[in-house]
């Protein structure tokens, strides 16, 4: 019987075991995991063991049924989602933290790496200066910890309390209908319910339209609703469309209501100095979010979020003391051992006590690369949309649904003797999916059903735009023909 597996020094030999495993996953030889579900279901799908297998069996196991059967997402070829595989720096420096640091919470080097690594992100993305940081589990918490800043202050200057009193008002939250659903469910769980978000028109680039927002702020004046946030996008997850950050910004200062930018994927873009310009109207803003396991190729777990009022985000999460922590730390910062304080209190500004070391894997990703890294990185990734966008504009049976701001880039097959152009690229989507190289995902633009490939995991490269463009010009005109 295999007990507890708890020994020490054991791990580069358990890591050798698997790294050929998972390099073997990288080359994307395997086929779909959906092909041969009978086999590793049947292989997994066990009574809970009373015995243990011990080590070995586990990782055989791993190797046999769990790694060959993994994502289609970490292909190079898929730009169906925003999130992509890890880069190997990512992994790895998540694992360390895993193993090392198993807690956000300490005097630990990983843990001081969690304020050193937002200050790199802010500094980065030239967030405005003395903006706090908080990392959380991704762009849905990130968008609620900003959106629960946003309504503790909003009622505090009506002298109310959300924190602790709940919301008994009426409340608006203005987006588009481009803003991502987040938004509307930070909204719900805050208790100012999805009905709260006012969808607000959007012009031909798909961007919020700052005049309309005028007009539904004047208009809401009337209702005694309280105005908690405007919202706006730096590149939405639809389209990548960049909303008028400077308009709304200053806007949201005109009738003093917290402005929002959701930046989870597209906050990156403004290393680009193509468009840097965009992204002007951020030092207007009082919240932003970014997540790492996006473009800048962390695993998925790591979102950000700034706000230029702490103690907003303070007043709304703070946790309240506990029996059980107050012997452990020491309070009068005659700190003997990293155990004796929990580091900077960042479980005082979101929703989570427990959480992974992120700082240190964002920290290892800009490192590893720099600035400069990611910032080629990103504009390889926008111009290949560009670049489809061209190649698109020179096929007659291809018509591009937007220009692109960022790395998304929309397009559909067109062929005059088809009237059902949705369906027919519906159909060139599945047969996408089938061949498995080239993962775009689709979405709608004013009715017509279109081709949306987002450019951004690190192993993304020139080619695959090139082969998406080729590979839906040939199963159009195999369809069509
Ligand atoms: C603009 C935007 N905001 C928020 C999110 C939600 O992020 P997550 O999936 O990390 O929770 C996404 C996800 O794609 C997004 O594109």
């Known amino acids: 019987m295999y007990e507890e597996q708890a020994e020490c020094g054991l791990l580069s030999k358990r890591l050798k075991q698997l790294a050929p495993y998972l390099e073997q996953y990288q080359r994307f030889e395997q086929p779909d995991a959906m092909l041969n579900t009978d086999v590793w279901q049947s292989?997994?799908?066990?009574?809970?063991?009373?015995?243990?297998?011990g080590a070995e069996q586990v990782l055989s196991e791993m190797a046999k049924h769990l790694i060959p059967n993994g994502s289609q997402i970490a292909k190079p070829g898929c730009t169906s989602y925003i999130t992509t595989a890890a880069t190997d720096m990512g992994s790895l420096a998540t694992l360390a933290g895993i193993v090392a640091s198993p807690q956000r919470v300490g005097l630990t080097a990983f843990n001081y790496l969690e304020g050193v690594a937002l200050s790199w992100l802010a500094e980065m993305f030239d967030l405005p200066s003395g903006m706090q940081g908080v990392f959380s589990s991704g762009g849905s918490t990130a968008n609620l910890i900003g959106l629960g800043a946003a309504r503790q202050s909003a009622f505090e200057r009506l002298g109310m309390d959300p924190a602790n009193d709940g919301v008994q008002h009426a409340c608006n939250i203005y987006a588009t209908e481009q803003s991502h659903h987040t938004i509307h469910r930070s909204a719900s769980v805050l208790g100012m319910g999805r009905n709260s978000v006012i969808h607000i028109p959007v012009d031909e680039k798909m961007r919020l339209c700052p005049e309309a927002l005028r007009k539904q702020l004047l208009e809401d004046k009337k209702t005694g609703a309280v105005a908690v946030a405007i919202v706006a996008n730096a590149g939405s997850t639809n389209t990548g469309?960049?909303?008028?950050?400077?308009?709304?910004?200053?806007?949201?200062?005109?009738?003093?209501?917290?402005?929002?930018?959701?930046?989870?994927?597209?906050?990156?873009?403004?290393?680009?100095?193509?468009?840097?310009?965009?992204?002007?109207?951020?030092?207007?803003?009082?919240?932003?979010?970014?997540?790492?396991?996006?473009?800048?190729?962390?695993?998925?777990?790591?979102?950000?979020?700034?706000?230029?009022?702490?103690?907003?985000?303070?007043?709304?999460?703070?946790?309240?003391?506990?029996?059980?922590?107050?012997?452990?730390?020491?309070?009068?910062?005659?700190?003997?051992?990293?155990?004796?304080?929990?580091?900077?209190?960042?479980?005082?500004?979101g929703v989570e006590l427990s959480a992974p070391t992120r700082g240190a894997t964002v920290w290892a990703l800009i490192r590893e690369i720099g600035v400069e890294g990611m910032r080629a990185r990103i504009c390889r990734h926008n111009a290949m949309a560009r670049r489809v966008a061209e190649q698109v504009k020179?096929?007659?049976?291809?018509?591009?649904?937007?220009?692109?701001?960022?790395?998304?880039?929309?397009?559909?097959?067109?062929?005059?003797?088809v009237e059902d152009l949705n369906a027919l690229n519906?159909?060139?989507?599945?047969?996408?999916?089938?061949?498995?190289v080239n993962i775009p995902s689709t979405t709608m633009i004013n009715g017509k059903l279109v081709i949306r490939p987002c450019f951004l995991g690190a192993r993304t490269d020139w080619h695959h735009a090139d082969d998406l463009v080729k590979e839906v010009l040939e199963i159009g005109d195999f369809l069509t023909r």
């Not at 292989?43 to 297998?53: F, S, T, Y």
């Not at 020179?394 to 003797?417: G, H, M």
């Open 43 to 53: 292989a997994l799908n066990r009574p809970v063991p009373l015995k243990g297998i």
């Open 241 to 349: 469309s960049i909303d008028p950050l400077q308009e709304i910004g200053e806007i949201a200062r005109e009738h003093k209501i917290w402005f929002h930018v959701d930046g989870a994927y597209g906050l990156p873009g403004t290393l680009d100095p193509q468009l840097h310009p965009l992204y002007k109207g951020l030092a207007l803003a009082d919240s932003i979010t970014v997540d790492a396991h996006k473009w800048l190729g962390a695993p998925v777990g790591i979102g950000a979020t700034f706000v230029n009022d702490s103690q907003a985000l303070q007043k709304t999460f703070n946790q309240g003391a506990a029996d059980y922590l107050e012997t452990t730390v020491v309070t009068n910062q005659q700190f003997e051992n990293s155990m004796d304080s929990l580091g900077f209190p960042y479980h005082d500004l």
């Open 394 to 417: 020179q096929q007659p049976n291809l018509e591009l649904a937007l220009e692109p701001t960022l790395s998304i880039c929309c397009f559909r097959y067109v062929d005059k003797k």
């Open 426 to 436: 519906k159909q060139i989507h599945r047969q996408l999916v089938k061949n498995g």
